[in-house]
Each structure stands twice: as C-alpha cells, then as structure tokens.
Nanobody
C-alpha cells in the first residue's frame, strides 16, 4: 500500500516562499508523483507533476514560481514555492500513481492527507 505524508505547509506573506515535502513509501515500481491543491467549494486542481523519468508538468498559474523535484534515494517529493500569492492559499495534496502523468485528479491513484498553505496579502 502506497503511503504519502506531506509536511512543510504554513503561513507566509505574499511574495514569500515555502517548501513542501512528501515522504513516499510502500511501492516497488516506478511511479509518477505530483502536487494538487484545493480550496473550499472548488475542485481539486493539479499544480505540478514529475514523471518517473524526471519530466515535469506545471499548471500555467504556477509556472516560473514553483519547482517540483524528487529525491529517488530518500523517496521524497518536494515543491519549492516562490513569489507566493494570496490565490495560492489552499490545502496542498501529494499525489502518486503508476500511470499518472497529468494534472487531472482522475488519473491519481494515491493521495496524502494534505498540508495547509496560507498566503496573506
């Protein structure tokens, strides 16, 4: 059973930075991983994805500000978030799956429990 545990959320002022991490365990095959976010009353949306080979996808809203990376030895996934905006405020979820390389939540097989990011103006 794949387990994903996020950490690193918090509160920051607009223009600041945060780094999210996700510890993954319980899999023995190559998987893609990513970050999604959700605010109350809205659909969960894809933020960034990294494939098993290292290729990346980003939502247009975060391109140039967010960077996704994966540490293979430690089985961790990071999201470096710079130049944060109030509209980045959301619950951020780590996601993974064996056939997952898109920003569509329907393609995700496994989810973490989420970590809150709050950006104040």
């Amino acid at each position: 059973q794949v387990q994903l545990v996020e950490s690193g959320g918090g509160s920051v002022q607009a223009g600041g930075s945060l780094r999210l991490s996700c510890a993954a365990s319980g899999y023995s095959y190559s998987i893609s991983m990513g970050w999604f976010r959700q605010t109350p009353g809205k659909e969960r949306e894809g933020v960034a994805v990294i494939g098993s080979g290292g290729s990346t996808l980003y939502a247009d809203s975060v391109k140039g500000r967010f960077t996704i990376s994966k540490e293979k030895v430690k089985n961790t996934l990071d999201l470096q978030m710079n130049s944060l905006k109030p509209e980045d405020t959301a619950m951020y979820y780590c996601a993974a799956g064996p056939f997952f390389y898109s920003l569509r939540k329907e393609d995700v097989s496994y989810w973490g429990q989420g970590t809150q990011v709050t950006v104040s103006s």
